[in-house]
């Protein structure tokens, strides 16, 4: 069975930083394209990052550009969202995903039906 195992959600204080893992179990995580998303309470589910297959590509929405940073550690079969300048605004439930996404270097983070599995999710909140 092929799952992803998500660590890492807690609570942060305002511009606090937490960083969320995603662990693959049961595949080889280098063969995948990985996206990170987030459904805050009453909202729709939103890509935030992406990191293509061989590492090469990385993109973010723009929201999180310049706070968020993904990585992929392939020899451990992790993936990681390190999450820092947090606001309140970036409560939400986080899941990474992988998917198959065409070649080595594409990055999607607009198109969840892409991404065949997803991991449990984990709840971040960010509040003083």
């Known amino acids: 069975h092929l799952y992803l195992v998500q660590s890492g959600g807690e609570l942060a204080q305002p511009g606090g930083s937490l960083r969320l893992s995603c662990e693959a179990s049961?595949?080889?995580?280098?063969?995948?394209?990985i996206g990170w998303f987030r459904q805050a309470p009453g909202k729709e589910r939103e890509g935030i990052s992406c990191?293509?297959?061989?590492?090469?590509?990385?993109d973010y929405v723009d929201s999180v550009q310049g706070r968020f940073t993904v990585s992929r550690d392939d020899a451990k079969n992790m993936a990681y969202l390190q999450m820092d300048s947090l606001t309140p605004e970036d409560t939400a439930v986080y899941f990474c995903?992988?998917?198959?996404?065409?070649?080595?270097?594409?990055?999607?983070?607009?198109?969840?039906?892409?991404?065949?599995?997803w991991g449990q999710g984990t709840q971040v909140t960010v509040s003083s």
């Open positions: 049961g595949f080889t995580l280098r063969f995948y394209g």
């Open positions: 990191i293509s297959q061989n590492g090469a590509t990385t």
């Open positions: 995903a992988v998917g198959l996404l065409g070649s080595p270097g594409s990055c999607v983070m607009t198109e969840p039906r892409l991404y065949d599995d």
